[in-house]
């Protein structure tokens, strides 16, 4: 019996992380449309002007090549999109806990991300200093760190100042700190105990499903890290800082 409760929760909650995976990933459609529109936009460019200088017997081989790296760039970009988009949206393999390179996520992150908030005037600013390694699993750790920006960006879409950070933060004692910052309304004290349940949303119905920050929080938990919203100064956005392990490869 209790074997089988076990079994059913640890079902539950990966049925749970799926459905909050592919919604964090929704919630970003958009954005990812945009991010891939913007460099075919300058591939379509540079393609046009080559055929057009050819077609005149105008193009010199400097000018082909030169063209073409910008074109290839295009495309080199737009891959890592795919890419980082198809790595958040699989199933993890293996969800083993093991020490890997922050650095390269939130690469992976910035990739995903800039543009959509560059078009949104959101001005995004990362600080992260040398390079860091966490104990944690990739898809995982994307997801946490999508999560809040994702919820940071809604939040600073009305407001008329957009910004956000994300900075790291080693400490001493094998822990690492990432914490995510924005200019938004932050988080009133009357639900700042609620917004870790699952289902607890103040978002209209598409706009949030209430379970980013709750999963969020048991994937940090598993990774023996937390999340934390410090508490907010009125009149300034929100603060969560993200606590997790460090390690050695
Ligand atoms: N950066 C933020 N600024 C203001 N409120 C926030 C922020 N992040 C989370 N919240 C609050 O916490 C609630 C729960 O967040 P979450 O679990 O991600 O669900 P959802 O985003 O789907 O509503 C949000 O509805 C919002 O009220
Ligand atoms: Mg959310």
């Known amino acids: 019996m209790m074997t089988e409760d076990l079994t059913a929760t640890i079902e539950t909650r990966e049925r749970l992380e799926s459905a909050s995976r592919l919604s964090a990933l929704g919630e970003m459609a958009g954005g990812i449309a945009h991010e891939i529109n913007n460099p075919l936009a300058v591939i379509t460019g540079f393609c046009e002007r080559v055929r057009d200088r050819i077609s005149k017997g105008l193009a010199t081989l400097e000018d082909i090549d030169r063209d073409m790296t910008r074109v290839l760039s295009g495309v080199e ?88 950070s994300l900075q790291v933060i080693p400490k001493n004692g094998d822990i690492l700190e990432i914490h995510v910052k924005d200019s938004g309304s932050g988080v009133s004290s009357k639900i700042s105990t609620r917004i870790f349940e699952p289902f607890f949303t103040t978002k209209e119905p598409g706009q949030g499903t209430g379970l980013g920050l709750s999963l969020s929080q048991a994937i940090a938990i598993r990774f023996g890290g937390q999340i934390r919203l410090l508490e907010s100064v009125p009149g300034s956005g929100a603060h969560f800082v993200l606590k997790l392990r460090t390690g050695k490869m």
């Open 77 to 164: 970009r737009i891959s890592k999109i795919v890419n980082s988009m198809r790595s958040l949206a699989r199933e993890p393999q293996n969800k083993e806990i093991r020490p890997m390179s922050l650095n390269k996520v939130l690469d992976e992150i910035r990739d995903l991300c800039w543009e959509r908030f560059r078009s949104h005037g959101v001005a995004i600013e990362f600080q992260i200093d040398g390079e860091h390694i966490v104990l944690a699993e990739p898809t995982g750790l994307s997801q946490i760190l999508i999560n809040l920006l994702n919820n940071a960006q809604q939040a600073v879409s009305t407001a008329k100042e957009k910004r956000i």
